[in-house]
């Protein structure tokens, strides 16, 4: 599952990414005698550190200013493809904040004082024929320190340990949840401080049979994105001959936050 995640976001965030491709192997067409050992390959070296620096006069201090790089960061339909739309409605209210009761069963709570801002945006792709209804969403979390955001990428690690079934809400549950996180550097994960994925069985009582669920989260200093797709029929997690994959999209969405996070608040040239 790890690899699913993170190997997609160790590219450029378009799917042209060269990891994991070997040198041009073709032979040569000289008569020449080839020579008696090849030239050792030099191996670019991983980066040792995500390369962002913030810049302190950036960082929010407010409500409103957090809220602003909130909307600013998250992704909407036309980053997730174009075959994407808004949903209605569209953003989350600015007070919205769930949380996972004791009886694994999700509620409307109330942001914490460490969270300063928190945006989701909903998305989708119409049913069409064969194909049903697919919806996604995309939220950034602004915290006021690094630390708090990294205590929510700690918290989401544990619901899934405590809660593996989880309530959605009324016909709509996920089930299986497994978890794994990945700081940067590892499981091939260059794009954020700290990165998580998790996957599990969506059953909605309105579609007949079982779908698939993704959640992928990552956190940059003080902020946190996460990109959610709850399956549908017609959809899978990767492309195959008989149904379409999620995962470029999905990926592709959580990467542009990242990189407009970093835009937002690393220090300019």
Known sequence: M??????GCSGDGDGGGDGGKRPDGKGSTSTSAAPTSAA?????????????????????????????????????????????VKR????SEPDYWPVLGAN????TGTRPSTALASVTAYSEVPADGALGN?????????????ADADWEMAGTLEEALRCPDQKLRDGERIS????????FGVGGNYTADDSLGERGVYVNDAVKGEQFYGWYQS?????????????????????????????????????????????????QS
């Not at 302190?56 to 980053?79: C, F, N, S």
């Not at 209605?88 to 953003?91: F, N, Q, R």
């Not at 697919?134 to 690094?146: G, I, K």
Request: hydrophobic residues 40%; negative net charge.
């Open 2 to 7: 790890g690899g699913l995640l993170l190997t």
């Open 40 to 84: 050792p390959t030099t191996v670019a070296p991983a980066p040792t550190d995500l390369g962002f620096v913030p810049d302190p006069k950036r960082a929010p201090k407010t409500e409103a200013d957090a809220r602003r790089i909130a909307l600013a960061v998250v992704a909407g339909p036309d980053v997730w493809g174009p075959d994407y």
């Open 88 to 91: 209605t409605p569209h953003l």
């Open 104 to 107: 694994c069963s999700w509620e």
């Open 134 to 146: 697919l919806r996604v969403a995309a939220t950034v979390t602004v915290h006021r320190t690094e």
């Open 176 to 183: 299986g949840l497994i978890s794994l996180g990945n700081p």
């Open 219 to 267: 956190r940059i200093g003080q902020v946190t994105v996460a990109t959610v797709v709850k399956g549908a029929p017609g959809y899978a997690e990767q492309d195959s001959g008989t149904k379409v994959g999620t995962v470029p999209a999905q990926v592709q969405a959580l990467v542009t936050m990242l990189e407009r996070v970093q835009d937002e608040l690393e220090v």
